[in-house]
């Protein structure tokens, strides 16, 4: 199994920036899709952004695009989410999630692995 643990999550008004991490461990991380998932209070849980494990191909939902890079380091085994010119409906429990498919896909239920979330709250 694969655990991952999420962090970076916190408090800002809108329009600043937040830098989210997730590192994996016990697991091989460097050929394993990567994506992060939202879900605000009474909400389902909603992809954000997607990246493969060669960082040649990314996703993002349309909310988030143009202010929201994801990225990874193989090498330390994070995946990062940049996240720009936030805004109050970004307010959710962000989780990181993996699979071992080389290919983004938004539906929860196709992800193996799952941290336990970090919140960010962004107020007006």
């Known amino acids: 199994q694969v655990q991952l643990v999420e962090s970076g999550g916190g408090l800002v008004q809108a329009g600043g920036s937040l830098r989210l991490s997730c590192t994996a461990y016990?697991?091989?991380?460097?050929?394993?899709?990567m994506a992060w998932f939202r879900q605000a209070p009474g909400k389902e849980r909603e992809f954000v952004a997607g990246?493969?494990?060669?960082?040649?191909?990314?996703a993002y939902t349309n909310s988030v695009k143009n202010r929201f890079t994801i990225s990874r380091d193989n090498g330390k085994n994070t995946v990062y989410l940049q996240m720009n010119n936030l805004k109050p409906e970004d307010t959710a429990v962000y989780h990181c999630?993996?699979?071992?498919?080389?290919?983004?896909?938004?539906?929860?239920?196709?992800?193996?692995?799952w941290g336990q979330g970090t919140q960010v709250t962004v107020s007006s």
């Open positions: 999630a993996a699979k071992d498919r080389s290919i983004v896909t938004m539906l929860p239920s196709e992800y193996t692995y």
């Open positions: 990246i493969v494990w060669s960082s040649t191909h990314t």
């Open positions: 016990g697991g091989i991380f460097s050929r394993y899709t």
